[in-house]
C-alpha cells in the first residue's frame, strides 16, 4: 500500500498553498478533496486582499498584513510553474465608511473621489482611499492546482474523508467513502466541512455568500467599498458586486431577489452599471468559526493538524498560512505566534 508524508484533506486554496510549499521542503504530499479541486469558497470568493486592518480582527493583523507582503512573490510562482495568468492588481480600494468604520477612521483625511474615479464623483460622501490589493480566485485556484501536480503533489477528487485513522494514540491516515489512504501526518483544511471528519468535531460552519459579475469594461479601477454593496472590477473588464453574509446552511443557490437587490445597490453607485451585461451570479460558502477566527495548529492527536476557518480572509490568508502550517509539519518553529488560533480553544 502506497503511503505519503502528508495527507492535505480539501483542495481549495488553502490546501493547495499548503501541499505546494510542503512539496518544497521535500515531502511526498497527497490531497485528497471532496469534490473538484478549487471549487468551492475558493472559486466563489471575491478575491480582495482586505489587509488595511477595519474588517481584519485584531488578533488576525499580523497574519493578514505578512501575507499581503508575500503575495506578489506567491502569484509570481505559480504563474511561473503553471503557466496561467493570475489577475493580481494593486489599484487599492476606495471605502466608503459604515458608521462603526468612520469612527475608526476618525482623524484620517478622506480623498476627492473623483480624482481616484470619475465615474463616482457624483457621490457626495466621506471616501477614504486603501492601499489593498486584489486577485482573481477562479484563476488563482486553477494555478494552485497546476502547479501543485507540476511539482508532484498527487491529488485525489471526489473522495470524502470521513475519518482520521488514529493507531498507537496518532494519526496513520485517513478514510475516504470509497477507500483509505496511510500518511504520518493529516491536515484538516476542509473549510466549512472541517468539522465533518471525525474524531474532532471542529465548530466550523457555512456562511452563505451571494454575488454576481457583469460585464462593464473600464467603468472603474478600483475596488468600491460600500456599507451596502461592493465592486471588484477585473482586468478582462467583469465588475464583481457581492456580497451577503447569510446563515443558511449548505445551501448554495442564489435568490433573485436578493441579487436583485445586490444590483440595483451597485447602480446606485455607479449608474452606468445599469447598461451592463449581467454575466452570471453564484454562491459560495464561507467557513466561519464561532469567534471568526481560523482554526491552525496541532489537534490533541498527534500527527493530526488543522488549517480551516478562515471566514473571508481564505484566499488573503492562503501563502502566510502555508508556510506556517508547513513550519509545522515539518518541525520548525512559525514566525508567528498562533496559540490565539488553536483548535483547544473550543475543547469546553
Known amino acids: 500500500m502506497k503511503t505519503w508524508d502528508v495527507i492535505v484533506v480539501g483542495g481549495g486554496i488553502i490546501g493547495l498553498s499548503l501541499a505546494i ?5 521535500g515531502t511526498q504530499v497527497l490531497v485528497v ?20 486592518g477595519l474588517e481584519t480582527p485584531a488578533e488576525m493583523q499580523p497574519l493578514a498584513t505578512a501575507s499581503a507582503r508575500i503575495y506578489p512573490e506567491f502569484v509570481h510562482e505559480l504563474e511561473d510553474e503553471s503557466g496561467i495568468k493570475i489577475d493580481l492588481r494593486d489599484r487599492g480600494t476606495l ?29 457626495s460622501q466621506a471616501a477614504f482611499y486603501f492601499k489593498e490589493g486584489t486577485v482573481d480566485p477562479r484563476a488563482l485556484g486553477t494555478a494552485a492546482l497546476k502547479a501543485a501536480k507540476h511539482r508532484g503533489v498527487d491529488i485525489s477528487s471526489g473522495s470524502q474523508v470521513k475519518e482520521v485513522v488514529v493507531e498507537n494514540g496518532r494519526a496513520s491516515g485517513v478514510v475516504t467513502d470509497k477507500t483509505s489512504y ?37 467603468l472603474i479601477q478600483h475596488v468600491v467599498r460600500t456599507p451596502d454593496v461592493y465592486l471588484v472590477p477585473r482586468s478582462d ?5 457581492g456580497s451577503t453574509l447569510e446563515e443558511a446552511g449548505y445551501d448554495k443557490r442564489t435568490d433573485p431577489a436578493v441579487i ?6 451597485a447602480i446606485r453607485i455607479l449608474p452606468a452599471l445599469g447598461q ?11 467557513p466561519g468559526t464561532p469567534d471568526n477566527l481560523p482554526i491552525l495548529g496541532a489537534t490533541k492527536i498527534p500527527g ?11 484566499i488573503l490568508l492562503a501563502p502566510v498560512t502555508a508556510h506556517l502550517m508547513a513550519d509545522i509539519v515539518t518541525g520548525i518553529k512559525p514566525d508567528f505566534g498562533i496559540s490565539q488560533f488553536s483548535p483547544a480553544r473550543f475543547r469546553a
Open 304 to 314: 493530526y493538524l488543522v488549517a480551516a476557518g478562515h471566514f473571508r480572509d481564505g
Open 95 to 123: 471605502l466608503f465608511p459604515t458608521a462603526e468604520e468612520a469612527n475608526q477612521l476618525a482623524g484620517s483625511a478622506p480623498v476627492e473621489v473623483g480624482k481616484f474615479e470619475p465615474a463616482l464623483e457624483h457621490l
Open 182 to 218: 496511510a500518511a504520518g501526518t493529516v491536515v484538516n483544511c476542509c473549510g466549512a466541512w472541517a468539522g465533518h471528519v471525525s474524531p474532532i468535531q471542529f465548530p466550523t460552519r457555512p456562511v452563505r455568500g451571494q454575488m454576481l459579475a457583469v460585464a462593464a469594461p473600464k
Open 276 to 286: 451592463a451585461r449581467v454575466l452570471e451570479d453564484w454562491a459560495g460558502l464561507r
Open 33 to 52: 478533496e471532496r469534490g473538484e479541486p478549487g471549487r468551492e469558497a475558493s472559486y466563489a470568493a471575491a478575491g480582495m486582499l482586505a489587509a488595511c
Open 260 to 265: 436583485q437587490r445586490m444590483y440595483r445597490a
Open 21 to 25: 510549499e510542503l512539496k518544497k521542503r
Open 237 to 241: 473588464g467583469r465588475i464583481l458586486i
